[in-house]
């Protein structure tokens, strides 16, 4: 289906439910983004990711409980002779009551996923792959929360491999101290007539972490320390074997103002996640980022992040800026 129809039909699925609903709700997203990534003294790949997702989304609150969104994803990469480079399909229900959240269908991962270490999710999902599609389940209070999500990433075709991410993370914090954990499965299956040299593949990584969020101490606006255990999964069937590489990780993270830093520390045995950030290939990766954030306002956040990662006894460099824009609007509709 192309876009033009996708939308109307959208709308008209939507009008007709427009008689039985309590409010109808617009979203508008935008996420423009510059990232420079000098990597070329480790001999990772060197790129520059530079272009602008707009997503718009129009759907109906049956309730104080039941939504249903539907939009479109629309991506741009400067530089490109196309105008639209991929459109990905918004659609899906949520219900929302009181600690519990559900999502079916292809829904944003912002503010659902976002709080995943790069060491399992890369970064660059966020620029390439934006939305889940699949189902999320999410349970938070004060204290804890806690998710399990499915997102399945591409669908079996003669030439096209079954493949999913399952995953789940949650946080418990009853005052300053917390332990957090994240995990994920990424199950690479066979194309419907794969070759000779197609393996099935398992991998994926387990994070549990313990830290201190000590609010703000002294002059600073936030600090946060975390440390703990990293291990990987990693086996491709009939080919290897199960490898289990294990190592520590930790993170402090501090903030003032409009700026903040943070520093990264790994140090262990190297994991090859297929999903993951390949510095962490190596045995020691330390990162450090220093952000500053010059567009603070109410639906608009711009900020810019400079990298150094130490890794190998190499220096790589990272110059990013992202600017996300986000509108949202409700009315109410007569029953």
Same mark, same amino acid.
């Given at each position: 289906?192309?876009?033009?129809?996708?939308?109307?039909?959208?709308?008209?699925?939507?009008?007709? !439910?427009?008689?039985?609903?309590?409010?109808?709700?617009?979203?508008?997203?935008?996420?423009?983004?510059?990232?420079?990534?000098?990597?070329?003294?480790?001999?990772?790949? #060197?790129?520059?990711?530079?272009?602008? =997702?707009? #997503?718009?989304?129009? @759907?109906?609150?049956?309730?104080?409980?039941?939504?249903?969104?539907?939009?479109?994803?629309?991506?741009?990469?400067?530089?490109?002779?196309?105008?639209?480079?991929?459109?990905?399909?918004?659609? *899906?229900?949520?219900?929302?009551?009181?600690?519990?959240?559900?999502?079916?269908?292809?829904?944003?991962?912002?503010?659902?996923?976002?709080?995943?270490?790069?060491?399992?999710?890369?970064?660059?999902?966020?620029?390439? =792959?934006?939305?889940?599609?699949?189902?999320?389940?999410? *349970?938070?209070?004060?204290?804890?929360?806690?998710?399990?999500?499915?997102?399945?990433?591409?669908?079996?075709?003669?030439?096209? =491999?079954?493949?999913? !991410?399952?995953?789940?993370?949650?946080?418990?914090?009853?005052?300053?101290?917390?332990?957090?954990?994240?995990?994920?499965?990424?199950?690479?299956?066979? #194309?419907?007539?794969?070759?000779?040299?197609?393996?099935?593949?398992?991998?994926?990584? %387990?994070?549990?972490?313990?830290?201190?969020?000590?609010?703000?101490?002294?002059?600073?606006?936030?600090?946060?320390?975390?440390?703990?255990?990293?291990?990987?999964?990693?086996?491709?069937? @009939?080919?290897? @074997?199960?490898?289990?590489?294990?190592?520590?990780? #930790?993170? %402090? +993270?501090?903030? *003032?103002?409009? &700026?903040?830093?943070?520093?990264?520390?790994?140090? @262990?045995?190297?994991? &090859?996640?297929?999903?993951?950030?390949?510095? +962490?290939?190596?045995?020691? *990766?330390? =990162?450090?980022?220093?952000?500053?954030?010059?567009?603070?306002?109410?639906?608009?956040?711009?900020? &810019?992040?400079?990298?150094?990662?130490?890794?190998?006894?190499?220096?790589?460099?990272?110059?990013?800026?992202?600017?996300? +824009?986000?509108?949202?609007?409700?009315?109410?509709?007569?029953?």
């Amino acid at each position: 289906m192309s876009i033009k129809k996708y939308l109307i039909v959208s709308v008209l699925l939507l009008s007709s !439910l427009s008689g039985f609903t309590q409010q109808l709700e617009t979203n508008f997203n935008f996420h423009g983004f510059a990232d420079n990534r000098e990597y070329a003294k480790s001999g990772r790949l #060197s790129q520059t990711i530079f272009g602008a =997702r707009f #997503s718009p989304e129009i @759907g109906v609150l049956l309730d104080s409980t039941h939504r249903l969104r539907v939009g479109v994803n629309l991506f741009h990469e400067f530089g490109s002779s196309e105008f639209i480079e991929k459109a990905d399909p918004v659609i *899906y229900y949520q219900y929302q009551k009181k600690a519990w959240d559900f999502y079916l269908g292809a829904f944003p991962r912002v503010n659902l996923l976002d709080d995943y270490p790069r060491i399992l999710l890369n970064d660059t999902l966020n620029y390439f =792959r934006p939305n889940i599609e699949g189902m999320l389940v999410k *349970y938070e209070t004060a204290k804890f929360k806690q998710n399990i999500w499915i997102d399945w990433t591409s669908k079996q075709t003669n030439e096209n =491999r079954e493949a999913f !991410l399952f995953g789940f993370s949650g946080k418990y914090q009853p005052g300053k101290f917390f332990v957090s954990h994240h995990a994920y499965m990424f199950h690479n299956a066979f #194309s419907k007539m794969p070759p000779t040299d197609q393996y099935l593949q398992d991998n994926g990584a %387990v994070l549990v972490q313990l830290g201190l969020d000590l609010g703000k101490p002294l002059f600073l606006d936030s600090l946060t320390i975390s440390a703990g255990a990293m291990a990987s999964i990693e086996r491709t069937r @009939g080919l290897t @074997g199960i490898e289990i590489p294990k190592g520590f990780i #930790s993170n %402090v +993270y501090a903030a *003032y103002k409009k &700026f903040d830093i943070q520093n990264t520390f790994y140090a @262990g045995q190297g994991h &090859f996640l297929i999903n993951g950030d390949k510095f +962490y290939t190596s045995d020691v *990766y330390d =990162r450090l980022d220093i952000g500053f954030t010059p567009i603070m306002f109410k639906n608009i956040q711009g900020k &810019f992040i400079c990298s150094l990662h130490f890794v190998d006894g190499v220096i790589d460099s990272q110059q990013a800026f992202s600017l996300r +824009y986000n509108l949202f609007n409700s009315k109410a509709l007569k029953k």
